[in-house]
């Protein structure tokens, strides 16, 4: 007779996620994840166009294909094919990690990484399955979600960051990733930013504006942008670039040719047809966000950390819920929340995420949300 090949405790944690995951009946405000609208009009022209003519795709593959990243990234940041630059048009950002870690050595060596915590969980189960020692980064509330170079353990061979980072949204400043890029050029070690925000940074704030003035540090920017415009859908064209030994060893860690290509190029159009609409979207859910933190705020919840780059709000959890002792923890907050209210988030620690609803629900959602949490009494 044929069993499974979990054992009990496996089982157990599989099926504990998947509950966390799944929204239950009652649940009014899904305020979890990362909601996004439809893929802009002029992406989905583009990608039918592809899809109905064989031809085109072919074309298209000849004439783009190794252009993938450049454009992409002149249509985020403005940035010309001024460095080494590879593209990968991929159903999603998971492809790129164990090629990222097959191009520092992975499988012939085992040595250590580091990534940020939360938000890179994908990077730090790959490099586990690799075998590789890895630490954990956690950016807190605290810490203002920023990275320190002395929190980095030393003997890291590779560094993974996430800026804007996720869920806050925190930028780093020039002079931040001036001195991280320092640190790293001192010791030897790889930096890569993984970069998934659509949306403009601020004049100086961008990684690959420092790590190119570093002309001994190794590195890479992963641009990931799609999810702000319609990843729900399985839009996706990640764009990387980065130093000359860098990126020639990613070439070298797999396949750099085009897939999906109906999806890339309505990845591109979005970003170069519809720069307009693309934008749009993006000030909308910028708004969209900012009305529901005044909401939030109204309720009595007090901000983590100010929201940028359009993700989520980040807020503390409190101390009590309409009298009920909750100890601070986000875990417990977002039960009661859900069990009293119908509303739930997304717990890190001591702090929970809310993002913006579907905006083509209109603005309703929002003073239902804020008629229901009259009542509350939170506490802090």
Known sequence: MRRSWLDRETTGNLNAAAAAAAYPESVRFRLAGLTVPEMVLSGRRAASLMLSSPMAAAEWQRKYGTRLAQRLVAAITGMENELAVEGLAVPAIAPVWPRLLLSCGAGTSRFWTSSMNPGLEGFTWMAKQCGLWHQNINCTSESDFLLFPEVVNKSSKLAVVSFPSYPSGTTMTRDAWWELCAAFEETGARLVNYNASASPQPAGSSFHEAASEFAHLSWLEIYDPCAMIGGSEGWSLVAIIGSDDFVADFKLAGRTDPLYLPMAAGVLAAFEEGAVETATVITERQAVLSDLCQVLSSAGLKLSVKPGAGYHALWLAPKTLDGEEVGN???????????????????????????????????????????ILAGSEIGY
């Open 329 to 371: 923890d986000a875990r417990v907050f977002n039960e009661v929340m859900l069990n009293r209210y119908s509303v739930r988030g997304f717990a890190f620690g001591k702090t929970i995420a809310y993002s913006p609803l579907d905006m083509r629900g209109g603005d309703e959602w929002l003073t239902q949300l804020s008629e």
